[in-house]
């Protein structure tokens, strides 16, 4: 197997570029009134401003990205608080295994909190050296690098630890409850969802690369 093999899971292609999907418009947020709440199976929630969490602890980490649609982007460098350091804000309840990621306009994700504790997590609000644009995320998107990048929610504003799994925005429309790229985790194991059904929710994407619609 080629070094490039080595690199990139099965079924995706290449490129430079980095394609905007999403579905419905970026949400206008009004910073005055950003707030990352974290709740759920916690002992005391928690509520931070946007200056607030800017003063947790901040790294960077460098890291391909793939996206459920077959596309992958090599090398992306971004920067921002790593979950650890929100995780040790609080104390989990015993029963804590999940966690739902919440974000403006509505979109949420789910994820095992163990996935969230795997090296390179982190909520960035830079992408190589400069501020997300707001159709990638700003102020805050989530970045789970090993798992297909729908997991890595835009626009993230916080979290919610369940004891239980739920499925998020696009689980609920067919997605994997997971989504590892290395075993093409796409679609959910349960025959109801058919890729055809996928294929048709998929069309709820806004799609277009920078500079040229598709």
């Given amino acids: 197997m080629s070094d490039e093999q080595k690199r990139i899971p099965p079924g995706q292609f290449v490129t430079d570029r980095w394609p905007i999907l999403h579905a419905g418009r970026v949400p206008e947020i009004d910073m005055e009134q950003w707030r990352f709440e974290v709740f759920g199976e916690v002992e005391e929630p928690i509520r931070l401003t946007y200056p607030e969490f800017m003063k947790l602890p ?35 309840k015993p029963g804590a295994r999940y966690v739902l990621i919440h974000a403006y306009g509505g979109w949420t994700t789910n ?83 058919s890729r055809d059904l996928v294929r048709a929710r998929r069309r709820e994407f806004r799609w277009y690369v920078e500079g040229e619609r598709e």
């Fill in 58 to 92: 901040q790294t960077s980490h460098r890291c391909d990205i793939h996206c459920v649609t077959t596309w992958s982007r090599y090398d992306n460098l971004f920067e921002g608080v790593p979950f650890r350091a929100v995780l040790n804000l609080v104390r989990l």
């Fill in 111 to 193: 994820l095992p909190l163990e996935e969230l504790q795997k090296e390179g997590v982190l909520f960035a609000h830079s992408h190589n050296g400069k501020p997300l644009a707001p159709k990638h995320g700003w102020p805050l998107r989530l970045v789970v690098p090993h798992l297909y990048f729908w997991k890595s929610a835009k626009w993230v504003r916080g979290l919610e630890f369940l004891a239980e799994d739920v499925p998020g925005y696009w689980e609920e429309r067919g997605y994997h409850m997971v989504g590892d790229p290395w075993k093409e985790q796409r679609y959910r194991d349960d025959p109801a969802w």
